[in-house]
Structures are given as C-alpha cells and as structure tokens.
C-alpha cells in the first residue's frame, strides 16, 4: 500500500518505519532536520526487541504529496492548523486520513479547517515512544495498538485494508464499529492522568501513593466520565473503575507527555483535554472543578514560565 505520514514525530515515524519495514511504500511529510535526515538515511526505528533501518521518501512541499491509500496523521493538536493544507491535499487526492491525536474533537477541527469528513477515518494509538534524534525514535515499552474505525459505526473495506496493513508491520491493530466511544474512553485516561500529574508536577506513582492524591485522581476520572454520558456517550457502566485499574498499573515513574511538555515549558495540549473538559462541562451543565482548576492553573503557570525563560534568555 501507499501511505503517507503527516507528522514525522515520535509516532508517526515509528509507525512509518514500522509499515516501511514490512514493504509498503512510505513518504513522510517533514520538515528542517527530519527531513534531512529522512533523505540521508532513513529512519532508525529502535525497539526493546532490537533495532532496524527503514528506507521512506520525504519531502516539505504539500504538492509532492501523491494519491495514498491512507495518511497517518500524526502531530501534536495544537500543530493541527499548521499542517492543515497537507490534511486537505491528501483527502482531495482520495486519500483516506487517519488521525492518531490526542482528544475527541479532531474530526471537527478537520471539518473546519476544510477537510471533507468523508476522508477522515477514527483512530486511536497507545504506544510508548520518544523522538530520540531527527529520523530516530524508540520505542519503550510493550504496547503498539492501534484501533481504526469508520465515525459512521460500519467496519468499511478501507478500514479492512489499512488493518491488515498495520497487522502485517507486526502491529496490535484492530477495526472498531464504535470509535467514538473508544476515543472518548481514550479520552477519560489521558485527560484525568494529564490534569491531576500536571497539577502535582509529578510522576504517577508519588499520587498513587497518598490518599488525597488518589483522590485527586479518582475525582478527575469521575468528571470526565460524566461529562462524556451527559454528551451521550454509551460508556460502560464500570469505566471510572476500569481507568483507574489503567492508572494503577502504570510504572510509578511514569509520566504524560502532557507533564513533558509542561516541564519543558513549550505548548502543551491543556486545551484539547482538560480545556475541552471545562468546555463540555458548560455546555451539559456538569460540574467539573478539578479540570477547571486545571484548565487555568496549568495556562498561567506555563505563561509565567515562558516569561522568565525569555527574561532570562534576553538578560544573558
């Protein structure tokens, strides 16, 4: 098959690598260092199981990008806008557009940014991997899932194919008839973990292991899940309890990319999980304090830390 990775970041190269690797044909739309390190030798995929090489064609300019039979598109959501004309090149060319982002308003984000919703397929990923150089990502844990599935409710042929695809570059991919619901459950996970670590500053475990961080965590569920049913969202009856099972059995020192990004004190994606949240909230009438709190205390934090990163900059 022919694919198209929109975002040569940590997922997207992994997952270009990984179906380049297995013999489908690969171009990556990139940028500054990536790309030249595409052109000039690849990407290096590692893995806990080894490492390999994966040859792919790359380039920077949106009309370079031919006819596909699905583009992966891969970025950070706050970089959704930015690498729209490439999303919208791509659907009129017949490709089929598969976004592996955060939150549950890509879809619309698309639509407004003039993508046909026709062209927009529900995905969903969970994998640990780190951009480690320009061309090189790893890898870091056992998990690469990923789930594909029509936002109509069908299992299509499309859906089918780009499946196998997955499958046959030794990915854990499978269709889904209810992708909403899967990325709204996505969604609960990312968005409570990413509020309540960021709000503590902290790794996973150091919460776990007090009581009122436990029950910081437990409240940030419990919000999200409540906010999904009052969007009619048919999440099963146990989810809180089945989030808070994923967050249990989390590596103590592990961290959201959200807490990454915060510490680094570059964008972060507050808007699209507890910002949508607060949103949401509004809209249905639910209360929902712990993403509220999140939502505001995490923007001014960030703003004041960029302020003194530049003072600092300007002043040595």
């Known amino acids: 098959m022919k694919v198209v990775v929109l975002g040569a970041g940590a997922v997207g190269a992994y997952y270009g690598g990984q179906l380049a690797r297995a013999g489908h044909e690969v171009t990556c739309f990139a940028r500054g260092a990536t790309l030249a390190a595409l052109r000039e030798r690849g990407l290096e995929i590692r893995t806990p199981e080894g490492a390999f090489p994966a ?33 919208r090149h791509c ?27 026709a062209a927009v397929i529900g995905g969903l990923t969970t994998i640990s991997v780190v951009r ?16 594909v599935g029509e936002f109509a409710g069908r299992i299509t042929e499309r859906v089918g194919r780009i499946v196998a695809a997955f499958r046959e570059a ?27 670590c960021g709000l503590a500053r902290s790794p996973v475990g150091a919460l776990r292991a007090q009581r009122l961080g436990r029950r910081l965590l437990e409240r940030a569920i419990a919000e999200v899940v409540a906010v999904a049913r009052a969007r009619g969202i048919a999440l099963p ?45 509004e809209e249905g009438g639910v209360a929902t304090p712990i993403h509220d709190t999140a939502t505001v205390a995490l923007d001014v934090s960030n703003r004041n830390l960029s302020r003194i990163a530049d003072t600092t900059l300007t002043r040595s």
């Open 55 to 87: 040859r792919v064609a790359a380039t920077d300019r949106v009309e370079a990008l031919g006819s596909a039979d699905f583009a992966i598109l891969a970025v950070k959501s706050y970089s959704l806008e930015p690498i729209a004309p490439a999303v």
């Open 91 to 117: 659907a009129q060319q017949g490709t089929a557009v598969v976004p592996l982002l955060n939150g549950v308003e890509t879809l619309e984000r698309l639509v407004q940014l003039g993508v046909p919703p």
């Open 132 to 147: 480690a150089a320009p061309g090189v990502v790893e890898r870091r844990g056992p998990l690469q899932i990923v789930v």
């Open 170 to 196: 030794g990915v854990d991919a499978r269709a889904s008839d209810h992708i909403r619901v899967e990325l709204w459950q996505k969604f609960v996970f990312i968005a409570a973990l990413a509020a309540a």
């Open 237 to 281: 009856a146990n989810e809180a309890a089945r989030v808070l099972g994923l967050i249990d059995g989390l590596p103590a020192v592990m961290k959201p990319s959200f807490l990454v990004d915060l510490e680094a004190g570059g964008p972060t994606e507050l808007e699209t999980l507890s910002g949508a949240v607060a949103r949401f909230a």
